[in-house]
């Protein structure tokens, strides 16, 4: 959660685990789109002498769909290669590393970007590109920010490219979440299925706090994605709205020579990861149907919509929380589909639910991170997006701050329902449903400007160290 650990086949293999993806029009440069995709889920900083980095022998891929059809029009992929200086030590670097090309720095990654659209065409827009080392301590990344800020390139055109290591940006309180649905700050209203002794209600823990991933951070024109090369201020153009994910892709065959002990793949790629919408095969789609999701593409993902009509957390809350969902516990007994976790999930809101606002794509269902490209930057954000009268946030793309457990929880909870059915009356616990975490849990603050998530956690003063009480 969000997506750190959604299927069994794919938690096995973190390098290629995709865990967030998120996609607004970029604050400080408004006439751009920043997407971002992250990967290696859950990286202890202190993670040596092999620290993290990306598969070499992953193919990583963001998708752009601009006529609503679930498939790609423009695709980004990024292929990796890692280049070792001196292979006698198990040092990852051998002194402090001052520069993004330090002799002191032992195990490099470098990487490539083409660009394709759905015509054929291809493009390399950059190659050999750096990423920067891992942030491993006071001595070994000394002035760290800045051996990141030399890894972010320009690809020209105002594109610039990011990949390396972040601190995570996403927050969460995953064991009350995953303790039976026991969201700290309703804990005492749980049923706790008869036993004596139960959590009290607080504040969340968030288990992600003090961790990083590998980010890969993209910044390009809106023209570079919309359709037909669109700019324009119409909210409701259809051309306005975009639809991204990403995937990560395998060889069919790899190869093991047990005298040598080397390893290698061969054969056609094969797609083992994706994810757009933040939880969607996490809490969604059911435990036996997330590994054959993670291989499909987002144009067949009406063969999931049943899930999101009854989504399963939905049933669960009335009968957890006795009392407090009743109005939802009529809901789920009448049958009726959700056509607002449908709409937000699979299609897009359509023009008139809500004002001054759109992200609809059309009639196909799939599972999209959806972006209104004419809803300019708020100055005001709220973290709980739409749900908060911030039409610039979640489900309208998603900001690395938006409180994506919360809003969805929210949904689920009822919360949007309204939109579609106006006799409906949410329980009021469905407007304040949340597992107690925000961004003021993290310790390192978000950037303002590009790749926007923070300076990764450094591997010696995690957990941070504490200063001896005065004797």
């Known amino acids: 959660m969000s997506s750190h650990r959604e299927a069994p086949e794919i938690s096995k ?34 993670g040596g002498p092999n620290f993290y980095e990306f598969g070499d022998d992953v193919r990583y891929a963001i998708h752009v769909d601009n006529d609503g059809d679930g498939k790609a029009d423009v695709t980004y992929e990024f292929r990796f290669t890692t280049q070792v200086r001196n292979p006698d030590t198990f040092l990852y670097n051998t002194g402090p590393i001052l520069g993004i090309d330090s002799p002191n720095w032992n195990r490099r990654q470098f990487y490539t970007v083409i660009r394709r659209d759905r015509r054929g065409h291809e493009q390399v827009l950059g190659d050999g590109l750096p990423c920067p080392p891992c942030n491993i301590g006071p001595l070994s990344t000394p002035n760290y920010e800045a051996l990141a800020t030399a890894a972010v390139r320009n690809l020209g055109g105002k594109r610039r490219v990011f990949a390396g290591q972040r601190a995570e940006g996403f927050y969460v309180d995953l064991g009350a979440i995953f303790d039976l649905l ?107 149907r997330k590994d054959f999701w993670n291989t499909q593409s987002p144009d067949g993902d009406s063969r999931f919509a049943k899930f999101v009509a009854k989504p399963e957390v939905a049933q669960l809350l009335p009968v957890l929380f006795p009392g407090v969902f009743a109005n939802l516990d009529v809901l789920n007994k009448s049958g009726k589909p959700r056509a607002d976790l449908l709409a937000i999930l699979l299609t897009g809101i359509p023009a008139g639910l809500i004002e001054g606002f759109q992200n609809f794509t059309g009639e196909t269902q799939a599972d999209l991170m959806r972006l209104n490209t004419a809803i300019p930057p708020s100055p005001d954000p709220s973290i709980f997006g739409l749900l908060g009268g911030d039409l610039a946030g979640f489900p309208n793309g998603r900001r690395v701050f938006d409180d994506v457990v919360a809003i969805e929880l929210r949904a689920i909870a009822g919360a949007t329902y309204p939109l579609v059915d106006g006799t409906y009356t949410a329980d009021p616990a469905a407007a304040q449903v949340d597992e107690g975490v925000t961004p003021d849990d993290l310790d390192i603050p978000y950037l303002r400007r590009f790749p926007y998530l923070g300076t990764p956690h450094d591997g010696f003063n995690n957990p941070p160290a504490r200063a001896e009480a005065p004797q």
């Not at 973190?14 to 859950?42: G, H, M, Q, R």
């Not at 008869?194 to 504040?203: E, R, V």
């Not at 083992?272 to 789609?285: H, Q």
């Open 182 to 288: 026991d969201p700290r700050p309703f804990a005492d209203a749980h049923e706790h299925f008869g036993l004596a002794k139960f959590p009290q209600s607080g504040n969340g823990v968030n288990a992600t706090k003090n961790l990083n991933v590998h980010t890969i951070a993209l910044q390009v024109p809106i023209t570079d994605l919309t359709r037909d090369g669109w700019r324009g201020k119409d909210v409701d153009d259809p051309r306005a709205t975009i639809g991204v994910w990403t995937t990560a892709s395998r060889q069919r065959v790899r190869m093991l020579d047990t005298e040598l002990h080397n390893t290698w793949s061969t054969g056609p790629f094969r797609q083992v990861s994706r994810l757009a919408m933040p939880l969607f095969n996490e809490v969604i789609v059911p435990m036996g």
């Open 13 to 46: 293999d973190p390098v290629a685990d995709s865990t967030d993806v998120y996609a607004f029009v970029s604050p400080d440069k408004p006439e751009t789109v920043t997407l971002i995709a992250n990967y290696v889920p859950l990286q202890s900083p202190a």
